[in-house]
């Protein structure tokens, strides 16, 4: 397989992060069955992460939990900014 470019993967995995966390993933909340779109989502991007770092040199243990750790960021940045937009809801 052949390896992405460090800037390439770096940069996008940002823009996944925010956009994703920020933009996207409140508003499929907020849907009907939205949740599971989500969870769809987070599994490919942790496909997509863990591809990112292997040719990174990380133990299988390693890049699991950076992997792990990569993809769950935008999930946890989008249920906050999702219970903070909930009306009358603290």
């Known amino acids: 397989m052949p390896a992405v470019p460090t800037g390439f993967a770096g940069a996008l ?3 996944l992060i925010v956009g994703l966390g920020i933009f996207v993933y409140p508003w499929l909340l ?3 069955g939205g949740k599971w ?3 769809g989502v987070t599994a490919l991007l942790a496909a ?3 591809v990112f770092d ?3 040199g990380l ?3 390693a890049a699991l939990a950076v992997t792990a750790g990569l993809a769950l960021a935008p ?3 989008g249920v906050i900014v999702w219970r903070l937009q909930r009306p009358g809801k603290p």
Do not use: C, D, K, Q
Request: no cysteine; charged share 5%; net charge positive.
């Open 13 to 15: 995995t940002i823009a």
């Open 30 to 32: 907020a849907l009907r």
């Open 37 to 39: 779109i989500v969870a």
């Open 48 to 50: 997509l992460f863990y």
């Open 54 to 56: 292997a040719g990174s």
């Open 59 to 61: 133990s299988g243990a």
């Open 75 to 77: 999930l946890a940045a």
